[in-house]
């Protein structure tokens, strides 16, 4: 086999519940300026956590809502306007010559390639690419709901045809360790011959002491019992998430800051990151191996995306009001990932003011194998082998 690039954009968001205008421009977010091949969005909190929404019938009418925003984002014509900043890779002949786009047009064949090379992280002062001849049409192809959860993964429209073995898990832990207030929705999927992972978890809540156990122990459960269903047809299929070439675990982690609410807001006025991350919990447990192990985040350079007053840029609590919760700044929202063959382009966090949180994205650059038809063709030509056609699945199609 041989390999070739897909870019793998991942969004995540928590949306506090709020239902959006039909005009919401959400492009700052997916940084649509560089099309991905494969766009995986994921929202919490889709609709309000209240008692009827989690015990009664499943309410998706934000759902539609939310798909139509995305449908339309991805298949507009595009326009240079970004001026958030974003990490990028440089242009590169690798890049160019054998990308998915380039594969699927068949102006290329596909080609090994070496994702080690450290000038992919090479910042770019905004998110100003190249313009493509044509901008890619988007379909998608899965989504499911769990509650507030709620996860759809969209890809160029003339690379669904290798996208296979297509399956969902659904994991509550939330109230009475079972319901889906919190817990995850997870999509597994065959991209060539790659088999990928999407987790989008929304994880327990609280700012006390302790409470980032009780968010390692989400997770644990989360992958303990994350299972695809398989079937004799597809026995040598992943069932579970640690089993896939490639895993990426987004959404509302929760994760908060061992800090004194007075010197985290002072160090956020300052911008100084690297001594705020010195006080987040996540950061802190995957260093001490207590969870995700193995498992790696970019580098957050940009301010906690939680919690702020709705439609406003302060935090809560810079003007605290009687009675009203003490919520410190904090990163809740991140996006990890576990495999071979990943690099991560950019890390950021949009300013849409729709909700208390921030929405994060990101995108990588992801060596994906493809089966090769040609050279099995020609071995078993030498061989004299008789072959039955179905066995060649990407033949090009008329």
Not at 207 to 230: P, W
Not at 306 to 315: A, C, L, T, V
Not at 375 to 385: D, E, F, Q, R, Y
Request: glycine fraction near 6%.
């Amino acid at each position: 086999s041989s390999s070739i690039i897909c870019r793998v954009t991942i969004g995540t968001w928590n949306v506090a519940g709020i239902s959006p205008d039909d005009d919401l421009d959400i492009e700052s977010w997916l940084c649509t300026e560089e099309p991905a091949d494969v766009y995986i969005i994921g929202f919490q909190e889709v609709v309000p956590l209240n008692a009827g929404n989690v015990f009664g019938a499943e309410n998706n009418r934000p759902i539609r809502k939310w798909e139509s925003i995305v449908r339309r984002t991805l298949n507009k014509s595009w326009q240079p306007k970004s001026k958030h900043k974003c990490y990028s890779a440089p242009p590169s002949p690798v890049l160019r010559t054998c990308s998915v786009a380039d594969l699927l047009s068949g102006e290329v064949d596909a080609l090994p390639l070496d994702l080690t090379n450290e000038e992919y992280l090479e910042p770019t002062a905004d998110c100003q690419f190249e313009r493509r001849k044509k901008h890619p049409k988007y379909v998608r192809i899965v989504s499911k709901q769990m509650v507030g959860i709620y996860v759809s993964v969209w890809v160029r429209k003339r690379l669904r045809r290798h996208v296979n073995n297509l399956k969902v898990s659904p994991v509550g832990v939330g109230l009475m360790g079972y319901m889906g207030n919190k817990g995850s929705v997870s999509v597994s999927m065959s991209l060539y011959q790659s088999r990928m992972c999407f987790v989008c978890s929304h994880l327990t809540s609280g700012q006390k002491d302790g409470a980032e156990q009780r968010r390692n122990a989400d997770v644990y459960e989360i992958i303990r019992r994350t299972r695809f269903s398989s079937s004799v047809l597809d026995a040598d299929q992943p069932q579970t998430i640690p089993a896939h070439d490639q895993v990426f675990w987004f959404g509302d982690l929760n994760y908060r800051l061992n800090k004194l609410d007075s010197e985290v807001r002072k160090l956020v006025a300052l911008k100084q990151w690297d001594e705020l991350k010195n006080s987040d919990q996540l950061i802190r447990e995957l260093r001490s191996g207590h969870v995700f192990d193995g498992w790696r985040e970019g580098t957050i350079n940009f301010p906690p995306t939680y919690k702020y007053e709705i439609n406003s840029d302060r935090y809560v609590g810079e003007h605290p009001k009687e009675g009203e919760k003490r919520r410190s700044p904090a990163w809740c929202d991140r996006i990890l990932w576990l495999g071979k063959g990943i690099k991560q382009l950019f890390y950021r966090r949009a300013d849409l003011r729709l909700s208390d949180h921030r929405p994060v994205s990101s995108m990588f650059v992801v060596e994906v194998e493809v089966f090769d038809h040609r050279k099995l063709k020609k071995a078993l030509n030498v061989n004299s082998a008789a072959v039955h056609p179905d066995i060649f699945l990407f033949d090009d199609e008329n």
